[in-house]
């Protein structure tokens, strides 16, 4: 069986590209025009592509992984139920959580518990969201859009539950989007205290 | 009484090139540089190089921008008004009103000054503002910082170089590079009797005259060639002088690359010297002002374009910049050097731009030669039509609007270089040998034939005249 052989023919240079100098006509053209364009020329053709730091910010894409918030009830009080899903899911095991029981006259009695103790140390974080994704209650979110503020201290670091909370997401809300059912509610899907099985 | 003003005018103008070498256009060029590149490449470049402000300045400034604005809107009405009112005398051909006419002109003026200066006042005070109290000047703070850290950087000297040479390197860099400039002369002379009168276009005229020009010397050119050759000797010096390989090899190769072009450099001009039948810079300019720039006579427009490829390799920037060689040679015959001694490299290699730009635009365009400019005002006048329409112009009027254009001409060719330095990429070392001694030393010499060629069989006589007669 024969081989077929397909020749590709070896990119020469034209007279004119041997030749260098319209070529180099052709390369100061095009440094040129650049050049204008991006000095002189009308403000919407401009490419340039830096952003003066501190006088301009970019906008962080949507979902960018900002510090993290603790979502609040309509009451005010975390949504969190102190399972512990995220710090376990937590690789970098900068999450802790200490749960407490509600009052025995609380209606949340016995159905679920809240965090006395909430404490990320945003320093040993590595922002991958896996403590978003682990939730249930979609408690902790990572929506605000923010990025650290810079500290001398470390301390400033280890937000406790109180600073947690008193982050807004994005849009300025200190909810989420997704409606809770709390015990007691007429809405509430599971098994509860009053309407047994 | 003349011995003393010829001293002071001499001192004068030595200052006033210094001024604008080194204490202008090199800053200014370094600044050009990395801005013009970053804009090539969609990017700002040097911009954010601050004198901050303390926040009592602030405030102060935040608050006198709105007075100021107040101020700059109330005094372009009166001066509005005035100009209104200016137009409606002069319509009606008389004044009728109680204020006399020079009184308001004068206002007009000074209104319209006022207005504008509190304008542009408003605007800057703003930008402070905006800027958070940081006056910036686009960037134009860089050279300045440059400077300050160049000065306190520590002042390496390589313990087993030759300290002597070594701290003579940029220096014997660096001079010649400003002495260039004192045979350029930088507008036509000064007829220092009668500045405030329009002077007749022809003929001699009496009393003190001031030539714009430091020297000047009937070697004219040549002075410039001795004076550049020298700048060879600060390479090859603080190459050898470095006690470093690499160091050696950029000065030997900066020593090899300026002696091959300074050749072709030198045969580039000789078509040149032919036609102006003159080695004085000054004459040369005076030829161009009376018959046609160096750039439109077909041979010098060749010559040209090989003497700014020479004298870009004799610069050693890109793309010549094989000394330097960083992706070879670290940094060349400039590796060792830190601190002001790196910094009076640069400011050399800056100030041979300009004076490159310099010599170019009196040799081929002009000088300080604007078209239509005579020594008696603007004469202007279509080819092949009759009657011409003139502005008589004051002595030292003329001789300011040419020594704006020679600026002009000079910034339009440093601009080009720097264009150069940002579009080509670098030469071979053979190829950059190749191109001086096969490719341009005999077109220069091929071009020297074609000028005394023309010359003597009376073409280019013929050419400058049809071409005078279009202007």
Same mark, same amino acid.
Request: some cysteine.
């Given at each position: ?77 975390? $949504? #969190?139920?102190? +399972?512990?899903? &995220?710090?376990? !899911? %937590? =690789?970098?095991?900068? *999450? ?27 320093? $040993? #974080?590595?922002? +991958?969201?896996? &403590?978003?994704? !682990? %939730? =249930?209650?979609?408690? *902790? ?57 | ?471």
């Amino acid at each position: 069986m024969a081989v077929e052989v397909k020749v590709i023919k070896k990119p020469g240079r034209t007279l004119a590209e041997q030749a260098y100098v319209p070529e180099i006509a052709k390369g100061l053209g095009f440094a040129m025009g650049r050049f204008f364009k991006n000095t002189f020329g009308p403000q919407a053709k401009k490419e340039i592509d830096t952003v003066k730091y501190p006088e301009e910010k970019v906008e962080y894409p949507e979902r960018f992984r900002g510090i993290h918030r603790l979502t609040q009830r309509t009451d005010g009080s975390p $949504r #969190c139920v102190a +399972c512990l899903c &995220c710090s376990t !899911a %937590c =690789p970098a095991q900068c *999450i802790h959580i200490e749960p407490a029981e509600y009052e025995p006259d609380d209606p949340r009695y016995g159905y679920e518990r809240y965090p006395s103790v909430f404490v990320i140390d945003e320093l $040993r #974080c590595i922002f +991958c969201g896996y &403590c978003v994704e !682990a %939730c =249930p209650c979609d408690a *902790i979110r990572m929506d605000t859009g923010m990025h650290m503020p810079p500290s001398t201290s470390r301390d400033h670091f280890i937000y406790d539950k109180e600073t947690l909370l008193s982050i807004p997401g994005r849009d300025g809300t200190y909810l989420t989007a997704n409606p809770r059912h709390e015990p007691g509610d007429d809405t509430h899907p599971g098994v509860d205290r009053d309407r047994g099985h | 009484m003349t011995t003393t003003f010829l001293v002071t005018s001499s001192l004068v103008k030595v200052l006033v090139i210094l001024l604008i070498t080194v204490g202008g256009f090199a800053p200014i060029i370094i600044w050009a540089e990395r801005r013009q590149s970053a804009m090539i490449q969609d990017r700002l470049g040097p911009s954010r190089a601050a004198i901050v402000l303390p926040a009592s300045a602030v405030t102060f400034i935040d608050r006198a921008r709105l007075p100021m604005w107040r101020l700059a809107a109330l005094t372009g009405i009166v001066a509005i008004v005035a100009l209104v009112t200016l137009t409606f005398v002069a319509i009606k051909g008389s004044n009728p009103l109680p204020i006399s006419t020079s009184s308001l002109t004068a206002s007009l003026i000074a209104f319209g000054v006022a207005s504008v200066v509190l304008r542009a006042g408003y605007a800057v005070h703003s930008m402070i503002v905006r800027n958070g109290g940081k006056i910036m000047l686009i960037g134009l703070l860089h050279p300045v910082a440059d400077a300050l850290k160049f000065i306190f950087k520590e002042d390496f000297v390589p313990p087993k170089g030759d300290k002597l040479l070594f701290s003579a390197g940029p220096i014997i860099a660096l001079i010649p590079a400003i002495a260039a400039f004192a045979v350029i002369p930088f507008a036509s002379s000064l007829h220092w009797d009668y500045l405030d009168q329009v002077l007749p276009r022809t003929g001699e005229i009496a009393g003190l005259v001031v030539p714009l020009q430091v020297a000047s010397l009937n070697v004219g050119i040549l002075f410039i060639f001795a004076i550049a050759s020298t700048g060879i000797i600060g390479a090859a010096i603080s190459g050898y002088a470095s006690d470093n390989k690499f160091s050696l090899l950029g000065g030997i190769r900066a020593a090899s690359q300026m002696v091959s072009y300074e050749v072709v450099l030198g045969l580039t001009l000789v078509p040149a010297f032919m036609v102006y039948a003159s080695l004085r810079l000054e004459d040369m300019t005076m030829w161009q002002h009376d018959h046609v720039w160096g750039i439109f006579v077909p041979p010098l427009t060749l010559a040209a374009v090989t003497f700014l490829v020479a004298a870009i390799a004799e610069t050693k920037r890109v793309p010549f910049d094989l000394p330097e060689g960083e992706s070879e040679l670290v940094g060349g015959y400039l590796t060792e050097y830190s601190g002001m001694k790196f910094g009076m490299f640069f400011m050399g290699e800056f100030v041979e731009v300009v004076s490159l730009a310099a010599i170019a635009s009196v040799i081929f365009f002009g000088g300080w030669d604007v078209p239509f400019l005579y020594r008696d005002g603007f004469e202007f006048a279509l080819p092949f039509v009759a009657g011409s329409y003139s502005v008589p112009l004051v002595h030292w009027l003329v001789v300011a609007i040419q020594f704006v254009a020679f600026l002009l001409k000079v910034i339009a060719l440093i601009w080009f270089q720097l264009m150069i330095r940002w579009s080509l990429p670098r030469f071979r070392y053979d190829q950059l040998m190749s191109l001086c001694w096969k490719g341009m030393l005999p077109l220069s010499l091929l071009n020297i034939l074609v000028v005394g060629a023309l010359i003597l069989s009376g073409w280019l006589d013929g050419w400058v005249a049809f071409f005078e007669k279009l202007f």
